[in-house]
């Protein structure tokens, strides 16, 4: 029996199918990956999310899976187009089941099924096991806890698999590269992977900070928060009563980075991409940072929130190497925070940015994700978060987040119901989440992000001047001060490096 799983997303970090990868040759099937990142898209200054591959790879993806008995594609939302495109050449050149995993499915499921053969819905790796293990015996797996399917027209909707609660007991990630494959450089063909490959793609690929390569893991699974734009309020609607936070050992972390400092000797930094790094007690966290410390001993990218960093916790970070640092703020409106269910005061985001700062010495400026273009908001929404950005300590970096409306998600439901989303497929999915709307209220977002006179920004966002240089008369200036501000930012940043910390799993 052998599988072969695809990641269509822009970089080769893929966590997913490395980890079902793993888990399945641990219980003996063969299986391979293929990884079809597009690095052109990836650096550029706008990443896009309409996309068809060549079909000359498309090609050399089918004769890839030949011999493969089963085809899993790992989809997120924004990859949907590819996703499509990757399945449909397998059907038809193959014929074998195609199974579609990862959040978009999870949360969408009956919808997906109208382009694979299978969807799971939640964690993979006892779903995937159990259906290989079936279709070995030939055994009837339709009735599979994890899988829906569709029979004659009826969907069949099983019951889910718990969630796994000892992450101990995983493997860890598939970085076998004798059986992977990647897009040659020409874009248009596949190679087999092999060290210099793999290095080459980890080298010249996403960086963090000041342009360090990176190796992503994660120590948990689940988030602490329940935010109504995010798919892990989606995660818990599908898993109530369950245990959603999970934590990996100490012990299996560092033997997982072990192998890495051995095997990946190229790596520079570690990126932990938990929804929380922080999300732990100080004792456990001062436990772990002094393992990492003896043990690693590398710079690390962490993301934390506001209500789980601490004094102390900062300072066993910073202290063990903690390089690289993002943090969600989304909005300085406790009406909008409320809408995101995030009750967590503007003061309490001043104090976790405090902290952050007095260690500004020792790590790059901390990155800041605010979410622009919510059409519920008002403009004193908007307005309480440029004040709130102006109290935070400097230096900093601001990560923008144009809202979109995911399927699964609490504002997804709302937004549908209002009809603000029409075409999914075109708003939604092929969205760039990163470009946001040319106006005053978001130009004053940016200006503080390029660390514009703090004065300035102050006398601009009182109510009454906003009011007037919000009005529609004057969108087309603002246009135009973004695109002179886009050359600006070209002409100052030519040949160093820039922040990109968007990760994939």
Same mark, same amino acid.
């Given at each position: 029996? @052998?599988? /072969?799983?695809?990641?269509?997303?822009?970089?080769?970090?893929?966590?997913?199918?490395?980890?079902?990868?793993?888990?399945?040759k641990?219980?003996?099937?063969?299986?391979?990956?293929?990884?079809?990142?597009?690095?052109?898209?990836?650096l550029?200054?706008k990443?896009?999310?309409e996309?068809?591959?060549?079909?000359?790879?498309?090609?050399?993806?089918?004769?890839a899976?030949?011999?493969?008995?089963?085809?899993? *594609?790992?989809?997120?939302?924004?990859?949907?187009?590819?996703?499509?495109?990757?399945?449909?050449?397998?059907? @038809?050149?193959?014929?074998v089941?195609?199974?579609?995993?990862?959040?978009?499915?999870? *949360?969408?499921p009956?919808?997906c099924l109208?382009? $694979?053969?299978?969807?799971? *819905?939640?964690?993979?790796e006892?779903p995937?096991?159990?259906?290989?293990?079936?279709?070995?015996?030939?055994?009837?797996?339709?009735?599979?806890?994890?899988?829906?399917?569709?029979?004659?027209?009826?969907?069949?909707?099983n019951?889910?698999?718990?969630?796994?609660?000892?992450?101990?007991?995983l493997?860890?990630?598939?970085?076998?590269?004798e059986?992977?494959?990647?897009?040659?450089?020409?874009?248009?063909?596949?190679?087999?992977?092999?060290?210099?490959?793999? @290095?080459?793609?980890?080298?010249?690929?996403?960086r963090?900070?000041?342009?360090? $390569?990176?190796?992503?893991?994660?120590? /948990?699974?689940?988030?602490?928060?329940?935010?109504?734009y995010? $798919?892990?309020?989606?995660?818990?609607?599908?898993?109530?009563?369950?245990?959603?936070?999970?934590?990996?050992?100490?012990?299996n972390?560092?033997?997982e980075?072990? =192998?890495?400092?051995?095997?990946?000797?190229?790596?520079?930094?570690?990126?932990?991409?938990?929804?929380?790094?922080?999300?732990?007690?100080?004792?456990?966290?001062?436990?772990? $940072?002094?393992?990492?410390?003896?043990?690693?001993?590398?710079?690390?990218?962490?993301?934390?929130?506001?209500?789980t960093?601490?004094?102390? @916790?900062?300072?066993?970070?910073v202290?063990?190497?903690?390089?690289?640092?993002?943090?969600?703020?989304?909005?300085g409106?406790?009406?909008?925070?409320r809408?995101?269910?995030?009750?967590?005061?503007?003061?309490?985001v001043?104090?976790?940015?405090k902290?952050?700062?007095?260690?500004k010495?020792?790590?790059?400026p901390?990155?800041?994700?605010?979410?622009?273009?919510?059409?519920?908001?008002?403009?004193?929404?908007?307005?309480?978060?440029?004040?709130?950005?102006?109290?935070?300590?400097?230096?900093?970096?601001? =990560?923008?987040?144009?809202?979109?409306?995911?399927?699964?998600?609490e504002l997804?439901?709302?937004?549908r119901?209002?009809?603000?989303?029409?075409?999914?497929?075109?708003?939604?999915?092929r969205?760039?989440?990163?470009?946001?709307e040319?106006?005053?209220?978001?130009f004053? *977002?940016?200006?503080?992000?390029?660390?514009?006179?703090?004065?300035?920004i102050?006398?601009?966002?009182q109510?009454?001047?906003?009011?007037?240089?919000?009005?529609?008369?004057?969108r087309?200036?603002?246009?135009?001060?973004?695109?002179?501000?886009?050359?600006?930012?070209?002409?100052?940043?030519?040949?160093?490096?820039?922040?990109?910390?968007?990760?994939?799993s």
């Amino acid at each position: 029996m @052998k599988v /072969t799983l695809i990641s269509p997303y822009l970089d080769v970090l893929a966590l997913g199918i490395r980890g079902i990868s793993s888990f399945l040759k641990a219980n003996g099937v063969e299986c391979e990956l293929i990884f079809l990142p597009d690095h052109e898209a990836l650096l550029a200054e706008k990443p896009h999310f309409e996309y068809r591959y060549p079909d000359s790879l498309m090609d050399d993806v089918v004769q890839a899976c030949s011999g493969s008995d089963l085809v899993g *594609v790992s989809v997120m939302s924004n990859y949907f187009d590819r996703s499509v495109q990757i399945t449909s050449a397998i059907k @038809k050149g193959l014929g074998v089941p195609v199974i579609w995993g990862g959040i978009h499915p999870t *949360v969408i499921p009956e919808d997906c099924l109208n382009y $694979c053969d299978i969807v799971c *819905v939640g964690e993979g790796e006892y779903p995937t096991l159990n259906l290989v293990r079936a279709m070995e015996r030939g055994m009837d797996y339709r009735e599979i806890r994890g899988l829906w399917f569709k029979d004659n027209g009826k969907v069949i909707k099983n019951p889910l698999e718990p969630l796994i609660l000892d992450l101990d007991s995983l493997p860890f990630q598939d970085f076998d590269y004798e059986d992977h494959y990647t897009i040659a450089g020409d874009r248009k063909h596949l190679v087999r992977m092999d060290y210099e490959v793999q @290095k080459d793609l980890f080298v010249n690929g996403l960086r963090l900070g000041e342009g360090l $390569c990176f190796y992503q893991t994660m120590t /948990t699974r689940g988030c602490p928060h329940a935010c109504s734009y995010c $798919c892990n309020f989606a995660f818990r609607k599908l898993f109530p009563g369950q245990q959603i936070l999970r934590h990996r050992s100490i012990e299996n972390v560092m033997q997982e980075l072990e =192998q890495v400092k051995e095997r990946m000797p190229y790596i520079e930094l570690i990126a932990f991409s938990d929804d929380s790094l922080t999300a732990v007690s100080e004792a456990s966290m001062r436990d772990f $940072c002094e393992e990492y410390k003896r043990r690693i001993d590398m710079p690390f990218f962490a993301l934390v929130s506001p209500p789980t960093l601490s004094e102390k @916790k900062c300072e066993y970070l910073v202290d063990a190497g903690m390089h690289v640092v993002e943090m969600g703020i989304q909005s300085g409106s406790e009406r909008t925070n409320r809408m995101y269910r995030r009750v967590i005061p503007s003061e309490q985001v001043y104090l976790a940015a405090k902290i952050l700062n007095r260690h500004k010495d020792r790590i790059f400026p901390p990155v800041y994700d605010v979410i622009l273009d919510n059409p519920y908001e008002e403009r004193e929404d908007v307005l309480k978060t440029v004040r709130l950005l102006l109290r935070l300590p400097r230096p900093y970096i601001i =990560q923008f987040f144009s809202l979109t409306f995911y399927p699964g998600t609490e504002l997804w439901d709302r937004a549908r119901e209002d009809g603000l989303i029409g075409d999914a497929i075109e708003n939604v999915y092929r969205k760039y989440y990163h470009e946001f709307e040319k106006s005053f209220l978001n130009f004053l *977002v940016l200006a503080l992000h390029h660390r514009a006179p703090r004065p300035l920004i102050r006398f601009l966002s009182q109510s009454w001047l906003a009011a007037i240089l919000d009005s529609r008369l004057l969108r087309p200036f603002w246009r135009l001060a973004y695109r002179t501000l886009v050359k600006l930012k070209h002409l100052l940043s030519r040949g160093r490096e820039t922040y990109k910390p968007q990760l994939t799993s």
